[in-house]
């Protein structure tokens, strides 16, 4: 009877649970929110129990489930610690009689910027913001510890993520999408469909190593608002110079800004079987736009 845990039950283990829940007898997921748990043990009644885990203090119960697990995926949210998952639990994991396999979700982030130049997983990353350099040296723990465990874990690097509730269309309909121009600078992307399907690939054939997660065509982040404003019938956004627009972003999404690189997804494909199904932000936002997952 095989046991999935979820290390951090967000977007991509949640599309993940939808799509390929049912290979697994038990799943277990974890967020910090109380209220949280109790909302998404009512949604997948039957399917998960989601249990509360702040990133310091690992009830019994999770221990228990832990000790039970056959695969893990983590996508826990970074702390100033490192990983949470690997910090509190890493002992644990290690014990873990049945554990065979484990996914960890990263970004191509760790990259840094190449100045638009393609990168592969045989590319040394040399992450040059704060957020890049935490995950990277999050990957490097799990390469660690996969070295002392006889778990095989694969890191797959995310690109952007987009899909249901989370996309263009979404940013359109709510009058609050930007297109912003920035000479030269691309961005690969990937339809949290995908991502299941590279997630249970690993899964399935007990990876290890790095793998890019990302579309195949990386392209000027205005490209896909101006395709989904093509879509809803309507004028997109006037472009706004990133000199302009720079003062009023985040610092989260002036990290974004800051690296440009094209990012190869060949290995994923060649190695563990995945035919992306939204090979580029046209084939997913179309798919979108057809499922009406473009309400305000």
Known sequence: MPTLICFG????????VAAFGDRFDCIIGTVRSIERTSALNAQFAGRLKVLAFDGKLASAELKNAVAHADAALVSIPQTETGDPALATLGESLLQAKRLRTIVYLSTVGVYGDFAGAWVDETTAPRADTIRGQKRLAAENAWREFGMRSPAAVAILRLAGIYGPGRNVLVQLARGEARRVAKAGQVFNRIHVVDIAQAIDAALANTARGVFNVADDEPSPPGDPIAFGAQLLGREPPPEIPFAEAEASLSPMALSFWQDCRRVKNDKLKRELGVKL??????????ALFAAGQYTA
């Open 277 to 286: 199904k939204f090979p580029s932000y046209r084939e997913g936002l179309r």
């Open 9 to 16: 039950f967000g977007y991509s283990a949640e599309h993940f």
